[in-house]
DNA sequence: CAGCATCCATCATGATACTG
DNA sequence: CAGTATCATGATGGATGCTG
């Protein structure tokens, strides 16, 4: 008997498409291989990004435990994020992601 | 002197993001890495589709070189999809995905 | 600085009905 | 079957003001 595509498909790339599916997520964590961040620092780094949705996805991101948010309690505040052991073992995919994207678009 | 990563990142990524990052690209060439698909087939094996979608990003895929479309006139019509060597590439990578999903989400 | 809240315009998506 | 057309709704972008 056949394997169901649509069943595995469901189970589990829906849920991780949930979470990097956006416009946002991928950018943001791609942007965090280079280490810890500031929130203006990611903000300056993804272009066309606003403050709204940045906010919205680092929440998202930090829900599904790919990045950590630190709060420091200085005048004015420090807010630092960064990727958590799950969030690093994406960038080998990402960077793959990337990979392909040198050697087939737009030729 | 430290690599921009926003430089490299909207030269490639970008380009990747916009043909990939949206929320049915993904799950079509996956259904596709089971072989060459009929749109009712794609229809019925990607949950929550809407024909709309279905076309549009068929389109944009046709578009990217990542599938090939081709065309029957038989009565009723037959379309089939198929990925091209291009959207071959990206199996490893989608696979990869996959299995950090079933490793890293919801645990 | 690191956000949250709000208003508004525009774009993307969903659900269906319809046609060659 | 393989789409196209249409309408309703929701998500997102952009500007801006407010707070601790």
Redesign the interface.
Known sequence: MKKN??IE??C??????D?????WA??II??LF?GTKRFKELE????NINTRMLVKELKKLEG??IIRREAFATIPPTVEYSLTE?GK??Q???L???K???????L
């Open positions: 595509v649509k498909f469901k589990v790339l829906k849920d991780v498409l979470i990097l599916g956006g416009k991928i950018p791609y942007v280079d300056r780094n993804i272009p599904a435990n799950k073992k994406l080998p995919i990402i793959n992601l990337y392909w994207g040198e050697e087939n678009v737009d």
